[in-house]
Nanobody, 115 residues
């Protein structure tokens, strides 16, 4: 059973930065495309960034140029560097494979962007 544990969220002012981490319970990432998903209040969960095993990345238009996804397969960890944060980035952020596997959803980490 694989468990994904997200961390690094918090309250930040507009224009600020956060770095999210997603750790797996066992060697897992190296064979999957991994993604970060955001679920804002009252909205569906959506993929905001993904990274392939070879390092190729893709981003939603809403975060392109501001967020950076990276992975460290040796540490079984995926990261999301979030810069120039906006109030509309407020959401619970989750990591999962891309496309997502229902069995791998974790608790997520809350990101709140507010002054």
């Amino acid at each position: 059973q694989v468990q994904l544990v997200e961390s690094g969220g918090g309250l930040v002012q507009p224009g600020g930065s956060l770095r999210l981490s997603c750790a797996a319970s066992r060697r897992f990432f190296s064979i999957y495309v991994m993604g970060w998903y955001a679920q804002a209040p009252g909205k569906q969960r959506e993929l905001v960034a993904s990274i392939a095993t070879g390092g190729n990345t893709n981003y939603a238009d809403s975060v392109k140029g501001r967020f950076t996804i990276s992975r460290d397969n040796a540490k079984n960890t995926v990261y999301l560097q979030m810069d120039s944060l906006k109030p509309e980035d407020t959401a619970v952020y989750y990591c999962n494979t891309a496309p997502a596997n229902y069995n791998y959803w974790g608790q997520g980490t809350q990101v709140t962007v507010s002054s």
